[in-house]
């Protein structure tokens, strides 16, 4: 039988060397691209995360400024069981960056993570608690206003000449009286505790952030 000659036999190996060897190099390509791949979208999730942690704590910290200048710091100066009488403009998404970006906080480690959602979940329930104030001392307010009207049309009719600050006062205690009535100290004093709760969980969140991402200023104090 004829096996061929050697030179055949010699090509062949060569070739199937030559695949085993193109075959590695192909493997390890496709392997090294895959690790790449990986490192990329790794920096991508970093990326997003650092980004959207950076825009939380900035609306975490303007709406806690915010609501201390509109409502916690009057109401810390209040006596409790007294009705917060201001009205304070609440927006229609108060919230956008959470709102939107609530998928990030799975990057986020757990602690910080769980101080955030704590933070937004006290956020909407002031919020809430605050639209409901809202509500009543207009109310309040329309109670009081109709109750001047009626005296002032009676002091007309009667040829009365009411003192304003007489009437302020009284247009005042009218308000107070039907704020107590709808329940007004009680929502003041939860606003309150709330903001209360709140005040150190804010801390404790923008400290953590600026622990792992210190700011640009403070990096290049480090390196200098």
Not at 37 to 48: H, Y
Not at 136 to 145: C, I, K, S, T
Not at 175 to 195: C, H, K, Q, Y
């Amino acid at each position: 039988m004829d096996w061929g000659s050697a030179d055949s036999y010699v090509s062949l190996a060569s070739g199937l060397v030559g695949a085993l060897i193109g075959g590695a190099f192909t493997l390890k390509g496709a392997t090294k691209a895959h690790e790449l791949a990986m490192e990329k979208e790794k920096a991508a999730d970093k990326d997003r995360t650092v980004k959207t942690l950076m825009l939380l704590r900035i609306e975490i910290s303007a709406a806690w400024q915010s609501f201390r200048e509109e409502c916690f710091d009057t109401l810390l100066e209040q006596q409790l069981e007294t009705p917060f009488l201001e009205i304070v403009p609440i927006g229609a998404s108060p919230f956008p960056i959470f709102d939107s970006g609530q998928q990030a906080l799975t990057l986020l480690p757990q602690d910080l993570a769980k101080d955030v959602v704590h933070f937004y979940m006290r956020a909407k329930g002031v919020i809430a608690m605050i639209e409901v104030n809202n509500r009543d001392y207009e109310e309040a307010l329309q109670h009081g206003r109709a109750l001047l009207t009626k005296r002032t049309e009676q002091d007309r009719e009667q040829r009365k000449n009411s003192i304003d600050d007489e009437q302020a006062q009284q247009f005042l205690e009218d308000v107070e009286f039907m704020a107590s009535l709808l329940g007004m100290p009680g929502t003041a004093d939860g606003i309150r505790s709330i903001g209360q709760e709140l005040e150190p969980l804010v801390q404790r969140i923008t400290t953590k952030v600026d622990e792992l991402f210190p700011p640009a200023s403070v990096m290049q104090k480090r390196t200098g």
